[in-house]
């Protein structure tokens, strides 16, 4: 069961695309662009009241779409690696007494979260829980 407590959900926004890239469908621009329209969609359905949502991508700024989208913001991570900011964001929650999951699917960042006492979720549960609320209409 997955807690509908509200948190930081700080998402590894490479990661995720990459899991879900299909031989021969979108490319990986195309691919963050359309998983960030889901995911605003997904949000849009009223199901994570308090909730926040943060997705960090590698690399320098390049057109994804709207960077800012009612609880859904998107960073690009410039010089620093996207798993650094990740891991500096939830330990600066944690001290803040805020509850923040890292979502990624990277094992080694993974292990790295946990080694900081990190709540970390896997893409393919954040999806799970993201498909849950969205109401049906």
Same mark, same amino acid.
């Given at each position: 069961?997955i807690?509908a407590?509200?948190? !930081?959900?700080?998402?590894?926004?490479?990661?995720?695309?990459? #899991? /879900?890239?299909d031989?021969?469908?979108?490319?990986?621009?195309?691919?963050?662009r359309?998983?960030?329209?889901?995911?605003?969609? @997904?949000?849009s359905?009223?199901?994570? @009241?308090?909730?926040?949502?943060?997705?960090?991508?590698?690399?320098?700024?390049?057109?994804?779409?709207?960077?800012?989208?009612?609880?859904?913001?998107?960073?690009?991570s410039g /010089?620093?690696s996207?798993?650094?900011?990740?891991?500096?964001?939830?330990l600066y929650?944690? /001290? !803040?007494?805020?509850?923040?999951?890292?979502?990624? #699917?990277?094992?080694?960042?993974?292990?790295?979260?946990?080694r900081?006492n990190?709540l970390?979720?896997?893409?393919?549960?954040f999806?799970?829980?993201?498909?849950?609320?969205?109401?049906?209409?």
């Amino acid at each position: 069961m997955i807690s509908a407590k509200p948190a !930081e959900y700080l998402i590894d926004g490479l990661n995720y695309v990459r #899991s /879900h890239l299909d031989a021969g469908g979108p490319g990986e621009d195309d691919a963050v662009r359309d998983f960030l329209d889901w995911l605003d969609c @997904a949000l849009s359905g009223g199901g994570f @009241a308090g909730s926040r949502f943060r997705v960090v991508l590698d690399g320098g700024w390049r057109d994804a779409g709207p960077v800012a989208r009612g609880s859904l913001k998107v960073d690009f991570s410039g /010089h620093e690696s996207a798993d650094d900011i990740l891991v500096e964001c939830a330990l600066y929650l944690k /001290h !803040e007494g805020q509850r923040a999951f890292i979502v990624t #699917s990277d094992r080694a960042l993974q292990e790295r979260a946990r080694r900081e006492n990190l709540l970390v979720m896997n893409c393919a549960k954040f999806e799970a829980m993201c498909r849950s609320r969205i109401p049906e209409k």
